[in-house]
């Protein structure tokens, strides 16, 4: 049987750069070597792609970059009649073509359409979400407002864009405040892994947590606090999405920010998550709702607050964690389907798309 080419996109101008790299190793070192031919392409935090024809080892930490001999430029072109990568070798380009492309990738620049935009162009398979969906669930005032169009129940919000808030700051402090009441959540609007998030619990700190949102986006989102448990589920496929069993994320820190998730390693993961079976299956069914309703497909991570009978959405993470101690894996493991299993049919799915697009 000939292998399909795969070709893993990592790294990325982003700020979840590092976490990229992690998931990487992981995504790379456990996809089936006997169905897929992995080429490795990693993108740096200055925006530079190379191929790189190294050890999966060197991903973290950017430990690739040190290994100049086995770097090569390269990009993916937007051209469908080339239909992968091309190369500068010894002064010449030579053209590779790539049957999937895995763009394991977190953040700006990576999770919010760009990649998706350039694969739709090169007519290439992708793993995960098209342009519009990732885009829309990336963008967290998007989300806020598709929600509210198809009545999926999440917190009280508000957005508010750099130029409004430097025209009048104390008119966005004030609004803030009224309609949301203290404590607020401060967001990036389009910003991952908790990157930038800060909660406000008085006008001064309201300030502080604006200047750290727009120090990674121009525009922000501002929520209510919503009490409840955090609970994750996985959801994988396309016309016809499964979800896993649901998972629980107890915060070693006041939130579930960047640090709790990725530096500290306390924070409890629970799975199933500690909620009872019926609200287990409701969560589930509210999680393939949402993702159908956000145009999802190929996975995503879709996170709820969950306080007794009502299930409040947070936010759709299109191409979620695959770090070793990342929930979306993890969920699908304990669901019956190990990590392996879980890349060939991300893979497979990916095919499948493009199939039915044509």
């Known amino acids: ?10 790294g990325g101008k982003s700020s979840e750069h590092d976490v990229s790299t992690v998931s990487a190793s992981g995504v790379i ?8 031919e992995i080429i490795k392409m990693g993108i740096t935090k200055e925006g530079a792609w190379f191929r790189y024809n190294g050890s999966t080892d060197m ?3 950017d430990k690739w970059l040190e290994d100049t001999a086995n770097l090569v430029p390269a990009f993916i072109s937007p051209d469908p009649t080339v239909g992968g990568i091309i190369e500068t070798k010894d002064g010449k380009q030579v053209q590779t073509k790539i049957d999937v492309v895995f763009p394991i990738l977190h953040g700006k620049n990576g999770e919010d359409g760009t990649v998706q935009g350039l694969l739709q162009l090169a007519e290439i398979p992708f793993v995960g979400c098209d342009m519009t969906s990732s885009a829309a669930c990336m963008d967290k005032a998007i989300t806020n407002a598709l ?9 009280k919000w508000l957005c508010c864009t750099e130029h409004d808030y430097r025209a009048n700051p104390q008119k966005a402090l004030d609004e803030a405040a009224e309609t949301l009441g203290y404590p607020i959540f401060v967001k990036p609007a389009k910003a991952g892994s908790s990157v930038g998030i800060s909660k406000a619990n008085d006008i001064h700190e309201l300030a502080d947590a604006f200047e750290v949102a727009f120090a990674n986006d121009s525009k922000v989102v501002l929520e209510e606090t919503v009490i ?19 998972g629980e994320i107890a915060p ?8 709790a998730k990725y530096v500290a390693g306390t924070s409890g993961l629970f799975i199933p998550a500690r909620i009872s079976e019926d609200m287990l299956k409701k969560v589930q069914k509210e999680a393939v709702r949402a993702y159908k309703a956000l145009g999802c497909s190929g996975l995503s991570r879709v996170d709820f607050f969950v306080n007794g009978e009502d299930i409040i959405l947070n936010e759709i993470n299109t191409l979620p964690g695959f770090t070793p101690i990342s929930m979306y894996p993890k969920l699908f493991d304990y669901s019956g389907i190990p990590y392996s299993q879980l890349l060939d049919k991300l893979i497979m799915l990916a095919i499948e798309k493009r199939e039915s697009e044509q």
């Open 1 to 10: 049987m000939n292998k399909l080419t795969v070709l893993a996109l990592f």
């Open 29 to 36: 070192a456990n996809i089936p070597q006997d169905k897929y």
């Open 59 to 61: 991903l973290p930490e």
């Open 147 to 155: 929600a509210d169009r198809f009545g999926i129940k999440h917190a």
């Open 228 to 246: 409840g448990s955090e609970i994750e589920c996985a959801v994988l496929g396309n016309n016809e999405p499964i979800a896993s069993i649901p």
């Open 252 to 259: 070693c820190n006041d939130f579930y920010d960047y640090d």
